[in-house]
T-cell receptor, first 112, second 115 residues
């Protein structure tokens, strides 16, 4: 069965650079979530989209933005990267309200 | 403010014995609870869930118990197998009928099943 696809798997950037992370949800899933997991921490909710509209917002810095496109894939754009942005970024998708979230394998971002 | 807490960062059990992972929450609006298993450098994998209208849900070797009055849930794995060794996250969401329905995660418990 198709799973949530994230690209790239690994990304190395320098401070003040920009990064774009992509997420392709499971087919027919209409809701996408972004989570950030720092070293030794629990996943923290960043932002979610339902039917291409932002549905909820968590602890996402103003330097970050995200959107969901007409094909339901989502992109997380990160600007003015800081060392503290180094983390594992997960995308998850869900088919409809009340259903469990399926997670992608994540993008490991390292900011040097 | 940690709304979902897993007070045991690690747990070690012998193969064949029962593993019990605990989770406490503070937000009384949470009405849906899930357990995820995570290996290093991989995304969390769904294990089992429970709605607040139930106090027990069972799926094979995995059983989740919910005590709403104590705001406590636990995951029982029996018998434990070496392949169960991973980090287990408890997660909760509020308002199944609401928009967003994001998950709030606990801090995780590293389970090690020894031969």
């Amino acid at each position: 069965a198709a799973g949530v696809i994230q690209s790239p798997r690994h990304l190395i950037k320098e401070k003040r650079e920009t990064a774009t992370l992509k997420c392709y949800p499971i087919p027919r899933h209409d809701t996408v979530y972004w989570y950030q997991q720092g070293p030794g921490q629990d996943p923290q909710f960043l932002i979610s989209f339902y039917e291409k509209m932002q549905s909820d917002k968590g602890s996402i810095p103003d330097r970050f933005s995200a959107q969901q496109f007409s094909d339901y894939h989502s992109e997380l754009n990160m600007s003015s990267l800081e060392l503290g942005d180094s983390a594992l970024y997960f995308c998850a998708s869900r088919k409809e309200l009340g259903e469990k979230l399926f997670f992608g394998s994540g993008t490991q971002l390292s900011v040097l | 403010d940690q709304q979902v807490k897993q007070n045991s960062p690690s747990l070690s059990v012998q193969e064949g014995r029962i593993s019990i992972l605990n989770c406490d929450y503070t937000n009384s609006m949470f009405d849906y609870f899930l357990w995820y298993k995570k290996y290093p450098a991989e995304g969390p994998t769904f294990l089992i869930s429970i709605s607040s209208i139930k106090d027990k849900n069972e799926d094979g070797r995995f059983t989740v118990f919910l005590n709403k009055s104590a705001k406590h849930l636990s995951l029982h794995i029996v018998p434990s197998q070496p392949g169960d060794s991973a980090v287990y996250f408890c997660a909760a969401s509020a308002g199944v009928t609401g928009g967003g329905n994001k998950l709030t995660f606990g801090t995780g418990t590293q389970l090690k099943v020894e031969l």
